[in-house]
């Protein structure tokens, strides 16, 4: 109690008013509680990650400190063993942490669920020390093993049943509003609308020609870091593309594989170092050697990159860090690579100011060295 901080409409008193405050462990919800695990807990973890056997492991806060309370053992499947596992465990008035483990695993080990439980009738107090303590609890578990996380106030937020409408919730796409839905209600509308003579349609940005199967197995090696450059070429008479190299090789001895009478799409994996950081994005080059190949092959080359781009990001997961052109073979050297990925900083330098001419500016003072004119003295 603190007698002396009571007031009465602005009148200290000892008798009329009396607080009591009750210390937190934070400050604000922002903040952590400062509360660990012990050893105890680190024993309970690694056995967690290494046994098969066990499925749930219960952590509560006891003498500020999280310890390991209660687990549970595998008795079938990951959805059957749900209810039975972890609904016991949840206690009306009294907040805990759950970790599941799922039968699906990861490349550090198997998946889990973590669980946090904060019942309706618990005390403020325990919900806000449980509430910071969340962070430092998954730091110390780790939270590459975490795939999906729960939190409930009533069974129904983390039984079987609401685990699953929690994982339809988030893969459901994001709430539209009265605008939205009515302007997709409209694309939907002129979907398959009707086209006659005096219908005006957009002209075609590209054109779209199949991967030979020998083409599309480089570029699989090529993802997988089997090889590192795959050249592809179109077969005009088949309308295919084709492939024209595919291999390992030095980034200085490309320029003597690409032709210099036809064009060529280039996909390459660029290792380099910037900075002290090892990279090898994948890059795109498009080789035109200008008038030295038939219009029409330019053409098709040009209307074909597009759509080549699109099925090679959008349809098998290569992310170009550059899509580039050149015009000659010599072009391609790893300066001018370098150079397009990590272009130059342009630093700004300060023009420097013109001196102003003769008899500009304010009257100065002389120093004159005849006595008849003070000896000495500064005049101006």
Same mark, same amino acid.
């Given at each position: 109690?603190?007698?002396?901080?009571?007031?009465?409409?602005?009148?200290?008193?000892?008798?009329?008013?009396?607080?009591?405050?009750?210390?937190l462990?934070?400050?604000?919800?922002?903040?952590?509680?400062?509360?660990?695990? +012990?050893?105890?807990?680190t024993?309970?973890?690694?056995?967690?990650? *290494?046994?098969?056997?066990?499925?749930?492991?219960?952590?509560?806060?006891?003498?500020?400190?999280?310890?390991?309370?209660?687990?549970?053992?595998?008795?079938?499947?990951? #959805?059957?063993?749900? #209810?039975?596992?972890?609904?016991?465990?949840?206690?009306?008035?009294?907040?805990?942490?759950?970790?599941?483990?799922?039968?699906?695993? *990861?490349?550090s080990?198997?998946d889990?669920?973590?669980?946090?439980?904060?019942?309706?009738?618990?005390h403020?107090?325990?919900?806000?020390?449980?509430?910071?303590?969340?962070?430092?609890?998954?730091?110390?578990?780790?939270?590459?093993?975490?795939?999906?996380?729960?939190?409930?106030?009533?069974?129904?937020?983390? *039984?079987?049943?609401?685990?699953?409408?929690? @994982?339809?919730?988030?893969?459901? $796409?994001?709430?539209?509003? *009265?605008?939205?839905?009515?302007? @997709?209600?409209?694309?939907?509308?002129?979907?398959?609308?009707e086209?006659?003579?005096?219908?005006?349609?957009?002209?075609?940005? +590209?054109?779209?020609?199949?991967?030979? $199967?020998?083409?599309?197995? @480089?570029?699989?090696?090529?993802?997988?870091?089997?090889?590192?450059?795959?050249?592809?070429?179109?077969?005009?008479?088949?309308?295919?593309? #084709?492939?024209?190299?595919?291999?390992?090789?030095?980034?200085?001895?490309?320029?003597?594989?690409?032709?210099?009478?036809?064009?060529?799409?280039?996909?390459?994996?660029?290792?380099?170092?910037?900075? +002290?950081?090892?990279?090898?994005?994948?890059?795109?080059?498009?080789?035109?050697? +200008?008038?030295?190949?038939?219009?029409?092959?330019?053409?098709?080359?040009?209307?074909?990159?597009?759509?080549?781009?699109?099925?090679?990001?959008?349809?098998?997961?290569?992310?170009?860090?550059?899509?580039?052109?050149?015009?000659?073979?010599?072009?391609?050297?790893?300066?001018?690579?370098?150079?397009?990925?990590?272009p130059?900083?342009t630093?700004?330098?300060?023009?420097? =100011?013109? $001196?102003?001419? $003769?008899?500009?500016?304010?009257?100065?003072?002389?120093?004159?060295? =005849?006595?008849?004119?003070?000896?000495?003295?500064?005049e101006?």
């Amino acid at each position: 109690e603190h007698p002396e901080l009571c007031f009465f409409f602005g009148v200290p008193t000892t008798e009329r008013l009396s607080f009591s405050f009750a210390p937190l462990p934070f400050e604000s919800m922002s903040h952590q509680s400062g509360i660990g695990g +012990g050893e105890a807990l680190t024993q309970a973890f690694a056995e967690l990650y *290494n046994s098969d056997t066990t499925r749930l492991l219960k952590v509560v806060i006891d003498n500020e400190q999280l310890v390991p309370s209660t687990s549970v053992k595998v008795s079938g499947s990951w #959805d059957a063993d749900w #209810d039975a596992a972890v609904l016991p465990q949840l206690e009306p008035k009294q907040c805990c942490y759950l970790l599941y483990k799922l039968d699906s695993k *990861n490349s550090s080990g198997y998946d889990f669920v973590f669980m946090a439980w904060a019942p309706d009738f618990a005390h403020v107090r325990s919900k806000m020390v449980y509430a910071s303590t969340t962070a430092t609890l998954k730091s110390i578990f780790g939270s590459v093993y975490i795939t999906d996380e729960l939190f409930g106030t009533v069974e129904a937020d983390v *039984n079987l049943a609401g685990y699953h409408k929690h @994982k339809e919730s988030v893969a459901a $796409p994001p709430p539209l509003s *009265n605008e939205e839905m009515e302007k @997709k209600e409209i694309r939907a509308l002129e979907t398959g609308v009707e086209i006659g003579a005096s219908t005006k349609r957009a002209i075609a940005t +590209g054109v779209q020609f199949p991967l030979e $199967p020998a083409a599309q197995k @480089k570029l699989d090696q090529l993802k997988a870091g089997g090889i590192n450059y795959v050249q592809l070429k179109l077969d005009l008479q088949r309308e295919v593309i #084709d492939l024209a190299l595919g291999e390992s090789c030095d980034v200085h001895s490309i320029a003597a594989k690409i032709p210099a009478d036809s064009s060529r799409y280039h996909i390459y994996r660029f290792k380099h170092n910037h900075e +002290g950081d090892d990279q090898d994005p994948f890059v795109f080059v498009y080789s035109c050697p +200008g008038y030295k190949c038939p219009v029409k092959e330019r053409m098709l080359y040009s209307t074909c990159k597009g759509p080549l781009l699109e099925e090679l990001e959008a349809g098998q997961g290569f992310e170009f860090a550059k899509h580039l052109e050149i015009g000659e073979a010599g072009e391609f050297t790893h300066e001018w690579l370098y150079d397009q990925l990590h272009p130059a900083k342009t630093v700004f330098k300060a023009k420097f =100011d013109r $001196p102003k001419k $003769p008899g500009k500016g304010g009257r100065r003072l002389l120093r004159s060295s =005849d006595p008849q004119l003070g000896g000495g003295d500064d005049e101006e």
